[in-house]
Nanobody, 132 residues
């Protein structure tokens, strides 16, 4: 059974930092793309940052580039989201999600991690609140 367990949310002041963790199980971690999404109150869910574990490629949304980083501990099947210089607009429920990195029809084709519609495994959310 595929499971993704997000943790690490909390309250922080503007300019502060938080690190979220996403522990994965039930699939071959090295063959998957892991991404972080967020949903702010009254807004649609958006893809924020992602990592392809096959080629180590990453994608950053413009709103977080330079402030957020994503890393992977493949031995622990865990992906981390390091969030620095947090802003009030970063307040949201953060979700980690995953999908297989390879096209099953064409094995040599590797998907881009920012193909946000392909994510089909989801963890529960963790709330991040940034206050001024």
């Amino acid at each position: 059974e595929v499971q993704l367990q997000a943790s690490g949310g909390g309250s922080v002041q503007v300019g502060g930092s938080l690190r979220l963790s996403c522990a994965a199980s039930g699939f071959t971690f090295d063959d998957y793309i892991i991404g972080w999404f967020r949903q702010a109150p009254g807004k649609e869910r958006e893809g924020v940052i992602c990592l392809n574990n096959i080629d180590d490629s990453r994608h950053y949304a413009d709103s977080v580039r330079g402030r957020f980083t994503i890393s992977s501990d493949n031995a622990e099947n865990t992906v981390y989201l390091q969030m620095n210089s947090l802003k009030p607009e970063d307040t949201a429920v953060y979700y980690c999600a995953a999908f297989p990195a390879r096209d099953p029809a064409y094995y040599t084709r590797i998907y881009y991690c920012d193909d946000w519609s392909r994510y089909n495994y989801w963890g529960q959310g963790t709330l991040v609140t940034v206050s001024s």
